[in-house]
């Protein structure tokens, strides 16, 4: 179900009611990323609040509009017209309030979430990924929009840390891409690079029918070593960013670096539901990552 369904939006909000609608976005849809936006100062806990719920209602525009590619096309151009409203200082959606209200403290590129909406409006039209390769440029126009969103907000030090913020950026996305096998089968998407599923002699029928082979958990176990691989890239992130900010990017790598550990247990269960943490296995993400500050655990 969609923000839009689930959530009452507030008519006419002010700053702290479209803030607060935000909020109410982030905890129930992101709540692997809210488990870090937590611990953010609140100035920069509430400006990605508003930029996760802006990424989040472009997403939900694409996955509602994926059996109706114009008219999803439209809602999203619609969307568009309302970033560029926000940009110039006439929003007038509770969520482009508050990302609007967030742009008074922080630079954040609105080229970020056109590049974001440019890959949502790519889903409408495109469920199959030829080579990693091919999939990664998908990820340079979602992930990395994201990193460079959170970037602006949480404030870095050297140029360097584009670089590795992207590449935690692509290490959640491929982690999403892994865990959402089988949710994404529900959409007619299968984000696994077709080369790879011929090397490992999975054909999309085996996808389909949900059958759970040795070749299957093979390809799944390649996904989780490649995604971690991103992960062990970023780690030199966490000493490029401002101190404020190092802990909560610990804990939302953390949360979906331990997601993949889940993975590796029961690689196949990513065919039978969309694994989640309890809020005790985050408890734990928490008190281990105070112990040892990495992304993935040694």
């Keep these: ?122 889903d409408l039209v495109k469920k199959r990924y030829a080579t990693f390769e091919e999939l990664l440029q998908y990820c340079r126009l979602v992930a990395l929009s994201i990193s460079d969103i959170s970037l602006a907000i949480f404030g870095y030090g050297t140029q360097a840390a584009i670089d590795h913020g992207r590449s935690l950026a692509t290490a959640l996305q491929l982690t999403n891409v892994t865990r959402d096998i089988g949710d994404d089968l529900t959409r007619d998407r299968v984000y696994v690079p077709q080369d790879e599923l011929r090397r490992f002699g999975v054909s999309e029928h085996d996808l389909f029918d949900r059958v759970e082979g040795d070749g299957l958990r093979q390809l799944i176990e390649f996904q989780i070593e490649r995604a971690e691989s991103y992960f062990r890239a970023a780690e030199p992130l966490l000493n490029e960013l401002s101190f404020d900010s190092r802990f909560p990017t610990l804990l939302m790598g953390g949360v979906y670096a331990t997601v993949l550990q889940r993975l590796r247990r029961n690689p196949l269960i990513v065919l039978r539901k969309r694994l989640s943490l309890t809020p005790l296995e985050k408890i734990g993400v928490i008190l281990r990552r105070l112990i040892r500050p990495h992304f993935i655990e040694t």
């Design 1 to 122: 179900m969609s923000a839009a369904d689930a959530l009452p939006m507030p008519v006419a909000p002010t700053v702290d009611e479209a803030y607060a609608f935000c909020r109410r976005i982030a905890h129930r849809y992101g709540a692997n990323f809210s488990v870090g936006f937590r611990f953010l100062p609140r100035r920069k806990r509430f400006a990605v609040y508003a930029a996760y719920a802006f990424c989040r209602w472009a997403d939900d525009i694409a996955d509602e509009g994926q059996q109706r590619a114009a008219s999803g096309g439209r809602a999203l151009d619609d969307w568009q017209r309302e970033l560029e409203a926000c940009y110039a200082g006439r929003p007038s959606h509770p969520i482009t309030i508050a990302l609007a209200d967030a742009l008074r403290f922080f630079d954040i590129p609105k080229a970020a979430f056109v590049a974001l909406i440019d890959g949502c409006r790519q």
